[in-house]
């Protein structure tokens, strides 16, 4: 078909080819098929307002005629009485279809069967009314509708009507429910559909997730070429059609090809748009559409729509070479029948399997959830007992980065292509990724087919992760025609026009560099494992952290108190959930009776830097108990430490002893001296109320781990009785408001005003005033009285 009358959609002498076909609104075609008439009539008076150019070869009148008269005048005052009767009844107006009439034409009585059904102008969603209440638009206004009537003539004794359709089909729907294969429900409908309608073939096509079509199950008469298991790519249907599938569930084409019949006018007179015809059973196909059977070899066609939750789940398709092949109405409506009851079949069959997936991957869920609860086994490991992740998810590998832990079963991947590709998820934002072509979604990772072909990945914070990894799945698929090849160029005159394919002999295809795809089912359950992990590690890193604090909190223990000094530590930690941080605080009494004070903090946060500060807290007080080397080499031989065992720490200290001889002791003098690499600056507090502010000489050492062998340098200050020492980390003095500089000042501002307060009561108070109500960072704070008497009772 070269050149046809498009419709109202294209400029007339547009042809119609594949350039223009999936942009073609085939809902309003503005034709029909010619094996009836179409009237539309206004309601409730019944005057014709659109008409079939074809409604003198059925009814004997000339459509110029019809247009604006009464329907009565028409079809004759009968039928239209029945026309009437039917559509004012309430209920389903399918329900009460075919309409049976008798029209007289000239005195000889024709028998049709009026099909009836009401479209709605200006209804999204091509809306058809099939009970006789009157349609309203959002707003509660009256909607213009048309009851359009479809006239078939019923030539021969009519099979069975409506009412009786599941008589016609009964024995058919017993088999289907005692059908226990999916095959055999596939080819009892292809027989019991070929035996109702008299088609030469009958095929079941079941579509993909791309909506590439299967042919299942096939019945035929024998003389035919099989098409069992051949392929259709998606392009064979295009969009719109599929839609108009899953609305209006039967199609016939009688003869291909057909000259259509025009409706007259082509726009409603009232709405000024064309007739839709998405439920109209006489609707004219795509002029493409009947190139296509034509170059199928196909003389009638026939489909019915099988439906999974409302959306398209495949068809059947009944073929006839014959010659043209109308079966009548009530012979298609029992045909259709039977296909909603496969369909209903099917979506009970598909819900059963679902069902006992769904069971077993609870069960394998609820196996792992209890596995993960035993914490002094690693959480990698308990994953992969007894059942484990791969009777969750079929897979060639699986591969799990958890806490620090990692396990692999299945067949052996590189560690480094299981980090790249859970980082690349990562990146996806995704709760689960799956890929069954990992090459063509994530070229960069450069991942080689063979290695890892599909991937489905759960990511997880801080770089964990579990990967399934599925390996190529080499297929062999029979199309029907070559797949690439949608279409041909066709020399007309000066002019070239693009038209469907002509072969469709089987054309064997091999797809490579693809896994077995991942399904909704299996991606859900990936996702429902992450959710159960994330609640595995919340509940671990609780209780690692509640750990840590215990820990911590026995290193940062109450100070000594000698008997010429009264002492007050504190430690607060951010306000984030670990507990724990990397500042800390020291305190204890040298063999010679000095006592050394230490505040430090490692760069970090969290329990990471509370196991550092651990490490160096502890080196630290075995390097210092009995040395005679001064705070400087104390820090010297910790940073020396910290190199040779390779600690990888960076930390700001101070470490200061107080000092006196027995002689100093007795005229009340008391030395500090200090050394501090990279730390806060200590602040003294005088009893006169004046402070000074232990910078130095104006800079600090550098901080450990930074240079091995930096040189490190003691200060001396002495102290009078009643003098206060105050060391703190930086969380004290620094906020997001407020910088180091200003809180030095802040603090030494304020201290004056404590002189006479215990320094239990001072340092608390500080933490009070100096703190938000959330602290942004740990501090660690130590202050240290000189007493006035020799001998004063301890002040804890």
Not at 527 to 543: D, I
Request: aromatic share 6%; glycine share 8%; charged share 25%.
């Amino acid at each position: 078909m070269t050149e046809t009358q498009p419709g109202p959609w294209l400029a007339p002498g547009t042809p119609v080819d594949l350039s223009n076909c999936e942009r073609e609104p085939i809902h309003v075609p503005g034709s029909i098929q010619p094996r009836g008439a179409l009237l539309a009539v206004s309601e409730p008076d019944l005057l014709v307002e659109q008409v079939s150019e074809n409604l003198l070869d059925v009814v004997g009148i000339p459509w110029t005629q019809a247009l604006g008269r009464p329907l009565a005048e028409v079809l004759g005052t009968v039928p239209a009485q029945a026309v009437a009767r039917s559509a004012a009844a309430f209920g389903d107006l399918r329900e009460r279809n075919p309409v049976e009439l008798t029209l007289d034409r000239d005195g000889t009585p024709v028998p049709v069967d009026a099909i009836l059904h009401r479209a709605v102008h200006g209804a999204p969603g091509h809306q058809q009314l099939n009970s006789a209440e009157v349609p309203l638009d959002a707003a509660g206004r009256p909607l213009a509708s048309s009851l359009v009537i479809e006239l078939e003539p019923a030539f021969g004794p009519r099979p069975f009507s409506f009412p009786n359709t599941y008589q016609a089909v009964r024995g058919t729907i017993a088999e289907l429910n005692r059908a226990t294969e999916l095959q055999d429900l596939y080819d009892i409908t292809v027989e019991a559909v070929r035996s109702l309608t008299g088609f030469d073939r009958v095929m079941l096509y079941r579509y993909d997730e791309e909506f590439n079509g299967e042919v299942v199950a096939e019945a035929q008469h024998g003389g035919l070429e099989t098409l069992l298991g051949l392929h259709y790519p998606a392009s064979d249907i295009p969009a719109q059609a599929r839609a108009l599938y899953e609305k209006n569930w039967i199609r016939l084409i009688s003869e291909v090809p057909y000259a259509p019949a025009l409706i007259h006018p082509v726009d409603h007179p009232v709405t000024g748009k064309p007739l839709d015809l998405t439920y109209s059973t006489l609707r004219s196909v795509s002029p493409i559409h009947v190139e296509y059977l034509g170059n199928m070899g196909v003389a009638a066609s026939m489909s019915i729509s099988l439906l999974r939750d409302d959306k398209l789940w495949g068809l059947i398709a009944c073929h006839h070479y014959a010659g043209p092949h109308a079966p009548p109405y009530a012979t298609r409506a029992a045909a259709e029948f039977l296909a909603s009851t496969l369909s209903l079949r099917l979506v009970d069959r598909a819900a059963e399997e679902e069902v006992r997936r769904a069971l077993r991957a609870r069960s394998t869920l609820a196996w792992l959830t209890a596995a993960t609860l035993d914490e002094e086994r690693p959480l990698a490991d308990s994953l992969l007992g007894t059942p484990d992740l791969l009777d969750l998810v079929d897979a060639d590998t699986v591969a799990v980065e958890l806490q620090g832990h990692s396990a692999l079963r299945g067949t052996p991947l590189d560690p480094a292509v299981c980090a790249a590709v859970a980082e690349w998820a990562a990146g996806q934002s995704r709760e689960a990724v799956a890929t069954d072509c990992l090459t063509a979604d994530a070229p960069a990772l450069g991942v080689p087919t063979e290695v890892a072909c599909g991937v489905l990945a759960v990511p997880l914070p801080e770089g964990q992760y579990v990967l399934w990894v599925r390996q190529e799945k080499i297929r062999t698929v029979d199309w029907g025609g070559d797949p690439h090849r949608k279409a041909e160029l066709v020399p007309e005159g000066d002019h070239v026009r693009i038209s469907p394919r002509k072969s469709f002999a089987r054309w064997e295809e091999t797809v490579r560099g693809r896994s077995e795809p991942w399904t909704a089912a299996e991606v859900a359950e990936a996702v429902e494992l992450r959710h159960n992990l994330l609640e595995a590690l919340y509940a671990r890193s609780r209780r690692v952290a509640r750990t840590a604090v215990t820990l911590q909190r026995s290193m940062l223990s109450e100070p000594p108190q000698p008997d010429h000094v009264q002492m007050a530590v504190r430690y607060v930690p951010a306000a984030r959930e670990a507990q724990v941080g990397g500042d800390w605080y020291d305190a204890f009494t040298q063999p010679d009776g000095a006592t050394v004070l230490v505040i430090g903090d490692v760069a970090g946060h969290d329990i990471e830097a509370a196991a550092v500060m651990g490490q160096l807290r502890g080196l630290l007080r075995g390097i210092a108990y009995d040395s005679d080397h001064g705070p400087a080499g104390v820090l010297s031989r910790l940073d020396a430490a910290v190199e040779g065992l390779q600690l990888g720490a960076i930390a700001s200290v101070v470490v200061a002893r107080l000092e006196q001889t027995p002689e100093e002791a007795e005229q009340g003098i008391t030395r500090l001296r200090w050394s501090n690499a990279g730390h806060p600056p200590p602040v003294v507090l005088d009893p006169d109320g004046s402070t000074q502010l232990l910078d130095g000489g104006g800079r600090a050492d550098l901080l450990l781990g930074v240079l091995p062998g930096a040189t490190r340098r003691d200060h001396v200050v002495t102290l009078s009785r009643g003098s206060t020492v105050l060391l703190y980390t930086d969380g004290l003095v620094e906020r997001r408001d407020q910088g180091f500089d200003e809180g030095i000042d802040a603090l030494r501002q304020r201290l004056p005003g404590m002189v006479g307060t215990p320094v239990v009561e001072l340092v608390d108070t500080l933490l009070e005033e100096f703190l938000p109500e959330r602290a942004e960072d740990d501090v660690a704070l130590v202050a240290v009285r000189l007493h006035r008497q020799d001998r004063p009772r301890p002040d804890r």
